[in-house]
């Protein structure tokens, strides 16, 4: 089980958070389901009542919560569990479909009138939307690990490694979101996606710890006695690599 059920500390938040990340990824996922409208037996007049439903339980939830464990009426544990859980599975749908809607070719399309328009009269949102569509074979990769990081959430044992793989690609397109003025519903479907990945990976903070601090390598290092000379060269990596830079610029602004 996540070590976000058994530690007590600070345990009110938690269930804020926990219950708080569980209805926006929720509700993100009923947005996709929404398409925009564009599909008839789920129209907006019943999806965003249904989203102000649940981020409304979302908030008030904890309280209720609270006052049930309060009273030793609710089993806590069980309840982080689960909610711990749907963000895994509502996570996992939502990233699938997208994954599923590149292989298919219903994401990266760009209207004719749009595309034959010269680069410097495109919107960053077009722009974007062209360069990753112009290699299909690209989608398919960025397909393949928003599906098979997807699967790794299903399984309890693999949840950290696909929560880093996704965090690391969503937080990507989060950053393209944003400083290329992609339309607001990527952009909300991104950052509540990347918050939900957060989420997992920090829910298995000890675990992440002692595999990044201790783990021992199994290559050699080299052994300086003097620690001043190993951090020269550490610090001649970032220096030497800027001044070729520098070099390089000055040739070109000749």
Same mark, same amino acid.
């Given at each position: 089980?996540?070590?976000?059920?058994? %530690?007590?500390?600070?345990?009110?938040? $938690?269930?804020?958070?926990?219950?708080?990340?569980?209805?926006?990824?929720?509700? &993100?996922?009923?947005?996709?389901?929404?398409?925009?409208?564009?599909?008839?037996?789920?129209?907006?007049?019943?999806?965003?009542?249904?989203?102000?439903?649940?981020?409304?339980?979302?908030?008030?939830?904890?309280?209720?919560?609270?006052?049930? =464990?309060?009273?030793?009426?609710? %089993?806590?544990?069980?309840?982080?569990?689960?909610?711990?859980?749907?963000? $895994?599975?509502? *996570? &996992?749908?939502?990233?699938?479909?997208?994954?599923?809607?590149?292989?298919?070719?219903?994401?990266?399309?760009?209207?004719?009138?749009? &595309?034959? /328009?010269?680069?410097?009269?495109?919107?960053? =949102?077009?722009?974007?939307?062209? +360069?990753?569509?112009?290699?299909?074979?690209?989608?398919?990769?960025?397909? !393949?690990?928003?599906?098979?990081?997807?699967?790794?959430?299903? +399984?309890?044992?693999?949840?950290?490694?696909?929560?880093?793989?996704?965090?690391?690609?969503?937080?990507?397109?989060?950053?393209?979101?944003?400083?290329?003025?992609?339309?607001?519903?990527?952009?909300?479907?991104?950052?509540?996606?990347?918050?939900?990945?957060?989420?997992?990976? /920090?829910? %298995?903070?000890?675990?992440?710890?002692?595999?990044?601090?201790?783990? %021992?390598?199994?290559?050699? !290092?080299?052994?300086?006695?003097? *620690?001043?000379?190993?951090?020269?060269?550490?610090?001649?990596? /970032?220096?030497?690599?800027? *001044?070729?830079?520098? +070099?390089?610029?000055?040739?070109? !602004? $000749?």
């Amino acid at each position: 089980m996540t070590n976000l059920v058994f %530690d007590k500390k600070n345990l009110f938040a $938690r269930k804020i958070v926990t219950t708080l990340i569980s209805g926006l990824t929720i509700s &993100a996922l009923i947005l996709v389901i929404g398409n925009g409208g564009n599909i008839i037996w789920f129209p907006p007049v019943v999806v965003f009542p249904l989203v102000a439903l649940i981020l409304l339980t979302s908030l008030v939830f904890p309280i209720i919560w609270q006052k049930l =464990e309060n009273k030793q009426k609710i %089993d806590s544990n069980k309840t982080f569990g689960l909610l711990y859980s749907l963000v $895994r599975f509502v *996570i &996992a749908i939502n990233l699938i479909s997208f994954g599923w809607k590149k292989i298919f070719g219903l994401q990266f399309l760009v209207p004719s009138e749009i &595309a034959i /328009l010269p680069m410097n009269q495109q919107s960053g =949102e077009w722009l974007t939307w062209f +360069y990753f569509g112009y290699s299909d074979t690209f989608g398919v990769i960025i397909a !393949s690990i928003q599906i098979f990081g997807s699967i790794l959430l299903l +399984y309890r044992k693999t949840v950290l490694v696909g929560s880093l793989t996704l965090f690391s690609l969503m937080l990507n397109l989060t950053l393209i979101n944003i400083f290329y003025k992609m339309n607001l519903g990527a952009l909300l479907q991104s950052v509540i996606l990347t918050f939900g990945l957060l989420f997992l990976i /920090l829910s %298995d903070y000890k675990k992440l710890k002692q595999f990044l601090y201790s783990s %021992d390598t199994i290559f050699p !290092s080299l052994q300086f006695q003097n *620690i001043i000379i190993k951090n020269v060269i550490r610090v001649s990596v /970032l220096i030497v690599s800027l *001044i070729f830079t520098i +070099y390089l610029k000055t040739l070109l !602004s $000749r």
